[in-house]
């Protein structure tokens, strides 16, 4: 587990993102490059919490970084996930109650993945 999205739609990122800044003690600091990100910095340590601008209804969503998209599609898949969307190499999946997760590439340090990923048989 990586990240722990707070997706709102578009036009109402700005005030969430003020609101979750000020309930979190967190500062809020967009993404350069990623317009769609504000990151909510020392809100959750360890942990990127961040909100997201979506074209769609508001919910919470969890990425899952890994070195090996693909195998981590198909381990998720067969344990019930369905896939639903593809971006930028990420992969959507609704899983079993209707969450959404996201499988995403990996994007920390390769010291930090390595003395933090689980490594599955």
């Not at 990586?2 to 990122?13: G, H, K, M, N, Y």
């Not at 090996?68 to 899983?95: F, I, K, M, N, Y």
């Amino acid at each position: 587990m990586s990240t722990f999205l707070i997706d709102v739609p578009r036009e109402q990122a700005a005030e969430a993102s003020t609101f979750w800044a000020a309930a979190l003690d967190a500062t809020a600091e967009s993404e350069p490059g990623e317009p769609q990100y504000t990151d909510l910095k020392g809100a959750l340590p360890g942990y990127v919490l961040a909100v997201q601008a979506v074209d769609d209804e508001p919910r919470y969503h969890l990425d899952i970084e890994t070195d090996d998209v693909p195998a981590e599609v198909a381990r998720l898949t067969a344990l019930g996930a369905v896939e639903v969307s593809t971006w930028q190499g990420c992969h959507t999946l609704r899983v079993p109650g209707g969450q959404l997760l996201c499988v995403i590439p990996m994007h920390t340090t390769p010291e930090y993945f390595a003395q933090h990923a689980t490594t599955w048989p």
